[in-house]
């Protein structure tokens, strides 16, 4: 008689709110994947079962399957790090649960579909249920709102954290009413790819559909603003004069543009960049015209990366030597200048604009201080970002020097049932001792929306994410892990003047950021280190040796 060794569910989840129901087995189709012996513990492969690709995965002696391409923008995760239980994206750091096939951290929002797997006589085979045999994600199962269950969770800001914490709170039964607010015209989109592919239509961003926020009984309220909290009350007014009960609510308004300061700033053609229709403009009033961007930072390198090949010509003001010059160091900085530089962006470096001139209202000229006067048609600053807190003044919701709402590890503010989340917040990280830091990054803004909706839900829950971050210019992606504040010294494996480099960020002897370019799987593979509360010391980074990176 033949042996079955191990076997993973590859069913579909039932929601966890209600009781599974009997039905008939789905059809499947069976693929014999490889031989036993082809994986040893720790590995992963691609496999195809009917054209459709899987990633075969062996942990501690049993075989599990599921979807072989990240969630999040469809990367190949057997290029990926597979550590005990889950695998993490090589491009942006997402991971999932090799069994369940559950997102484990973000970025991203769905899970990866699972499968049977069966071994038997020496062989392995894979099988799918025919009417998923073309799906490479999975909508984890969801509950709705239930009539006459009198209780709302109110979502301030329409961003990432909020949409992760509705969801989460459904995923977890949550029955009462969910409403989210944001001042935006879109529901939730993907806004980092605003900066770096800037005509998109709006169906291409769109991170959910009416439809499922429908199904799943979470209101989204475009085009209002809070405009105050009453915590006493339990209560927010919005900008149309409406007050909005609440049971618990999260703020997670995240940051706008910091806009310019000096004379002119008022001129028709200067833009900041905030929404989709920010975006859009800003690539329709380029097109074939003088740009001038102001702000060597991730935004504002990243705008005029896209419009090199789109505008008559591009130039870039920046105050320090080189773009990125205290986050990446001078070096990385000089490299990215370079790359730019060979698309004729013009850089204006270690200068400020002191004025904008105008003719007829709109943008002719920007006049630096070290005397050059640059001819422009439009001007973007990319020059930082502040908080947007001013709603709370008069609350008593607590907020830091620079106006960030400081929350504990669970992402709760001083006041009872009101958390916080996201780009608006200042948070304690682990990884850096509990240090309270504001950390502007997609994927760390998922994850606070997370804890936020299980502690709602009276499940303790601490965010212990590690921070993880990317920026795209002409095509080729940066990756960053860790926080690299205060950093005195690079460590460099590859060489960056060939655009194929791994960096070590050290502060008092120790690896505390990493950054690549064409180094793939290294940054997810610290990513994971530092996860698992492991230090790495600069000897470490210093040796030839970097087999400590294949843990």
């Given at each position: 008689m033949s042996r079955v060794r191990s076997l993973s569910s590859g069913k579909t989840v039932m929601n966890p709110c209600q009781e599974p129901g009997q039905g008939e087995?789905?059809?499947?189709?069976?693929?014999?994947?490889?031989?036993?012996?082809?994986?040893?513990?720790?590995?992963?492969?691609?496999?195809?079962v009917e054209d459709q690709k899987v990633l075969l995965v062996r942990t501690q002696g049993q075989y599990s399957a599921v979807g072989s391409q990240c969630s999040h923008y469809n990367a190949p995760l057997v290029k990926g790090v597979l550590v005990g239980g889950r695998v993490r994206c090589p491009f942006h750091g997402a991971c999932f649960n090799v069994r369940t096939g559950d997102i484990e951290e973000y970025p991203g929002l769905d899970c990866l579909p699972s499968y049977k797997v069966k071994v038997e006589d020496g062989k392995v085979y894979v099988s799918i249920n025919k009417k998923s045999l073309k799906l490479t994600r999975r909508v984890k199962e969801m509950s709705s709102m239930v009539p006459g269950v009198n209780h709302t969770v109110l979502l301030i800001g329409g961003g990432p954290a909020s949409l992760v914490c509705a969801e989460t709170l459904r995923q977890n039964c949550y029955q009462g009413r969910i409403v989210m607010v944001t001042k935006d015209t879109l529901p939730p989109f993907d806004k980092p790819k605003l900066s770096k592919a800037m005509n998109l239509d709006s169906s291409d961003i769109l991170l959910r559909s009416s439809d499922f926020f429908q199904q799943y009984g979470i209101?989204?309220?475009?085009?209002?603003?809070?405009?105050?909290?009453?915590?006493?009350?339990?209560?927010?007014?919005?900008s149309d004069g409406t007050l909005q009960h609440y049971d618990q609510l999260l703020i997670s308004t995240g940051c706008r543009a910091r806009p310019l300061?000096?004379?002119?700033?008022?001129?028709?053609?200067?833009?900041?960049?905030?929404?989709?229709?920010d975006a859009k403009e800003i690539h329709r009033s380029c097109l074939g015209q003088r740009?001038?961007?102001?702000?060597?930072?991730?935004i504002g390198m990243e705008v005029a990366s896209y419009l090199s090949d789109k505008a008559a010509s591009v130039a870039m003001v920046g105050t320090a030597g080189r773009p990125y010059e205290q986050s990446l160091g001078p070096e990385i900085g000089k490299m990215t200048m370079q790359m730019l530089e060979e698309q004729n962006v013009k850089f204006h470096m270690n200068d400020r604009v002191t004025e904008i001139r105008g003719e007829n209202g709109k943008v002719k000229e920007v006049v630096l201080k070290s005397g050059t006067v640059l001819e422009a048609d439009v001007v973007i600053a990319g020059i930082g970002v502040i908080p947007n807190s001013d709603f709370l003044a008069g609350s008593q919701v607590e907020v830091d020097s620079r106006k960030a709402v400081i929350v504990d590890k669970f992402m709760r503010t001083n006041i009872p049932d009101v958390f916080g989340a996201g780009d608006v917040t200042s948070f304690p990280l682990t990884i850096r001792g509990d240090q309270r830091v504001n950390i502007g990054h997609w994927q760390m803004s998922q994850a606070h929306g997370r804890v936020a909706a299980l502690n709602m839900l009276k499940k303790p829950t601490k965010i212990e994410s590690v921070p993880f971050f990317w920026t795209v210019l002409l095509g080729k992606s940066?990756?960053?892990?860790?926080?690299?504040e205060g950093y005195t010294e690079i460590i460099f494996k590859g060489n960056v003047e060939e655009r194929k480099f791994l960096a070590f960020y050290i502060k008092e002897e120790v690896v505390v950021a990493a950054a690549s370019l064409m180094f793939d799987p290294a940054v997810s593979r610290l990513a994971e280190v530092m996860a698992m509360g492991q230090r790495i010391?600069?000897?470490?980074?210093?040796?030839?040796?970097l087999s400590w990176l294949q843990m």
């Open positions: 087995e789905p059809e499947e189709v069976t693929g014999l994947v490889c031989q036993e012996a082809d994986l040893q513990d720790g590995q992963m492969k691609e496999v195809t209101e989204v309220w475009t085009q209002k603003e809070a405009v105050s909290v009453n915590p006493p009350d339990k209560t927010v007014k919005l300061s000096c004379p002119g700033w008022d001129l028709k053609g200067v833009k900041l960049l905030q929404s989709y229709e740009a001038v961007v102001i702000g060597a930072s991730f940066i990756r960053y892990t860790g926080y690299g010391t600069k000897a470490q980074a210093q040796s030839d040796d």
